[in-house]
């Protein structure tokens, strides 16, 4: 008999939450096959099968909190499963026998009578059936995930002197950029050149401008970073992750792209590791690819700074004292104001601008 267990977790983590089972007792599971997924605060985790064979009893339940290496179940391997097949079909035929004609005549036909007024009649009208409400309720569980991102969203406002401040920016120059080099973009790097690889860039350089929104605060201290990691907000089925683009300032925009990618395509899949997802330095969150139009968005705690995406829309503005049609952006940027004074962040919101509206600025990095 194979035990199946939780898989060891980090040390900072000292339980889990049993998410789904993919098999059921009885069911045949394969090498490798995922059998069960266990959730902890950030990131679910599958549980293979280390050998083929029948899985037979499950020992937690989904919804219950299990600790590292406890037994979730337990799977007969394949000699024990075919040892087990021959006794269980024999079981089976005796129990599903029929009856021989010598049991039946000893029963007489006052039994028969007596068993027959004593066995539920069929109703002679339908019962109608409750009306539906549309007042009905659930009370659903949160996920261990979603209780983590609510605390965490929660300390954030709680434990900083959060202020947003905001500008526009116009898209004209990037989506003429992308136009005219996304077919060979994608032919040299196999990745479609969107428009966060452009936001990463110009907040990297920015960063190296303004190193205090690149810091955080550590009881008395203030804690600089050398390096720039970028954590980047990604919408999952699950909940919101936050995966780290480890040294941004060191990639190209083809890199940047193909993290982000992969990044996206595991976050729906469950496969993000805990260790992706932790540390960073600065925050971007993307809420235009949903269609919002402007946002105050929360800090990723201990970080002191997060930028916020938006839709880009046509707007009548004014260029050269004309009114033009132009593509543009809102741009919110969180800050904590104990660590950045609000002309820092202004100025640093005023460098992303000026770097996305003129795009050889993060070429020529100035």
């Not at 799977?75 to 079909?89: M, R, Y």
């Not at 898209?171 to 969107?194: C, D, H, N, Q």
């Not at 809420?287 to 105050?296: I, K, M, Q, R, Y």
């Amino acid at each position: 008999m194979k035990e199946v267990k939780v898989p060891v977790l980090p040390e900072s983590i000292s339980e889990a939450t049993v998410a789904a089972w993919h098999k059921k007792p009885g069911d045949y599971v394969e090498l490798d096959d995922v059998i069960v997924e266990i959730e902890t605060d950030k990131v679910v985790l599958e549980v293979p099968a280390e050998e083929s064979g029948v899985l037979t009893e499950i020992l937690a339940e989904e919804g219950e909190t299990v600790n590292a290496q406890q037994v979730l179940g337990l799977l007969n391997d394949e000699a024990e499963a075919e040892a087990e097949a021959p006794a269980a079909a024999e079981e089976k035929t005796q129990d599903s026998a029929p009856s021989s004609p010598d049991e039946i005549e000893e029963k007489d036909e006052e039994e028969i009578i007596e068993e027959a007024k004593e066995a539920p009649q069929p109703a002679s009208e339908p019962i109608p059936s409750q009306p539906s409400s549309n007042r009905m309720e659930e009370r659903v569980p949160m996920t261990r995930i979603r209780k983590t991102i609510a605390n965490r969203l929660h300390s954030a406002t709680q434990n900083t002197a959060m202020l947003t401040t905001f500008n526009e920016v116009d898209m004209t120059e990037i989506l003429s950029m992308r136009a005219s080099y996304k077919e060979a973009f994608e032919k040299k790097y196999s990745v479609k050149l969107g428009f966060m690889s452009f936001f990463v860039k110009a907040a990297v350089e920015s960063l190296k401008k303004f190193p205090t929104v690149n810091a955080y605060i550590d009881g008395d201290d203030i804690v600089y970073h050398a390096f720039c990691d970028v954590s980047v907000a990604v919408s999952s089925d699950r909940g919101l992750v936050v995966p780290v683009l480890r040294d941004a300032h060191k990639m190209g925009m083809h890199d940047i792209e193909k993290g982000i990618v992969d990044f996206a395509v595991r976050s729906q899949d469950g496969t993000l590791g805990i260790d992706e997802m932790s540390g960073g330095t600065f925050t971007i969150s993307n809420g235009g690819v949903f269609g919002s139009l402007l946002s105050t968005p929360i800090l990723n705690s201990p970080q002191s700074a997060i930028l916020g995406m938006h839709k880009t829309q046509e707007r009548a503005v004014v260029v050269d004292g004309e009114i033009v049609i132009r593509p543009m952006m809102y741009l919110a940027l969180s800050y904590d104001h104990r660590i950045i004074d609000g002309k820092e962040a202004v100025q640093f919101l005023i460098s992303i601008k000026e770097a996305l509206e003129d795009p050889a600025r993060l070429l020529l990095k100035v």
